[in-house]
């Protein structure tokens, strides 16, 4: 399984951005894909999941509001759309695979195989 994420750069705050997560290699039936970041100096945290039979969505609650996920089943995809962007959404943005939905969001120890990242920078 391989997971590419695409569409990170150098965004206003107040500005959008929308990031991709191509998925390949997929032998699972019900998954969820996820996305994290790692703001410098700071932990890696959960941002947003998806279901893939379902397309069940959740967010953390910083992004709640702000970011949306959906999924494309027939291109493998899942996209991150983020909205009004803040300072603090700076950070490298991970997707990740978590081979068994289980309706919710599973932290970094949940997750099966991860991408390496995207750098979305938020500043003027």
């Known amino acids: 399984v391989q997971l590419v994420e695409s569409g990170g750069g150098l965004v206003q705050p107040g500005g959008s951005l929308t990031l991709s997560c191509t998925v390949s290699?997929?032998?699972?039936?019900?998954?969820?894909i996820g996305w994290f970041r790692q703001a410098p100096g700071r932990e890696r945290e959960g941002v947003a999941c998806?279901?893939?039979?379902?397309?069940?969505?959740k967010y953390e609650d910083p992004v709640n509001g702000r970011f949306t996920i959906t999924i494309d089943n027939t291109k493998k995809t899942v996209a991150l759309q983020m909205t009004r962007l803040k300072s603090e959404d700076t950070g490298l943005y991970y997707c990740?695979?978590?081979?068994?939905?289980?309706?919710?969001?599973?932290?970094?120890?949940?997750?099966?195989?991860w991408g390496k990242g995207t750098l979305v920078t938020v500043s003027s």
């Open positions: 290699g997929i032998r699972f039936d019900d998954y969820a």
């Open positions: 998806i279901s893939s039979e379902e397309g069940i969505a």
């Open positions: 990740a695979l978590d081979a068994q939905w289980l309706g919710y969001c599973r932290g970094e120890v949940g997750q099966d195989y």
